[in-house]
């Protein structure tokens, strides 16, 4: 059995709920090809690169599992039969701890987006000349 780490980007009109219920549904459709789900990782809706399907917003999870190479090709042809998945990306991973470490902590924290006043600008920054 081969270790895979799987990404899919699920359509943004899905809420958590329906999220978690998809996540489910393709753990289910993972074990139903003799694989093993080792762990899953809801990342959360966050901005695309690129349109994809005229979105530019997706929700995020990691598959981390377990599977036989001869299984990959027909359970990745049932992921593409599902409508609610915009993308999806299947790698080969060394172990599972592995590639739970080169996840950065930092994914799964939402990064506020907040406008910088301009008291906060450094007083080095700002600089005053005189007229003479």
Do not use: C
């Not at 003799?34 to 994809?52: E, N, S």
């Amino acid at each position: 059995m081969r270790t895979y780490e799987m990404m899919v980007i699920f359509h943004p009109t899905l809420d958590e709920k329906a999220v978690a219920a998809e996540a489910e549904k393709t753990s289910e459709l993972i074990k139903a090809n003799g694989g093993d789900v080792a762990k899953v990782t809801i990342w959360g809706r966050r901005k695309l690169a690129y349109a994809i399907d005229d979105q530019l917003e997706g929700s995020y999870v990691l598959f981390n599992f377990g599977m036989e190479p001869s299984a990959l090709g027909t359970f990745e042809f049932n992921l593409k039969l599902d409508e609610n998945i915009l993308r999806f990306m299947t790698l080969k991973a060394e172990s599972v701890a592995e590639a739970e470490a080169e996840v950065p902590e930092e994914v799964m924290v939402e990064e506020a987006e907040t406008p910088v006043a301009a008291e906060e600008v450094a007083p080095e920054a700002v600089t005053e000349t005189e007229d003479e």
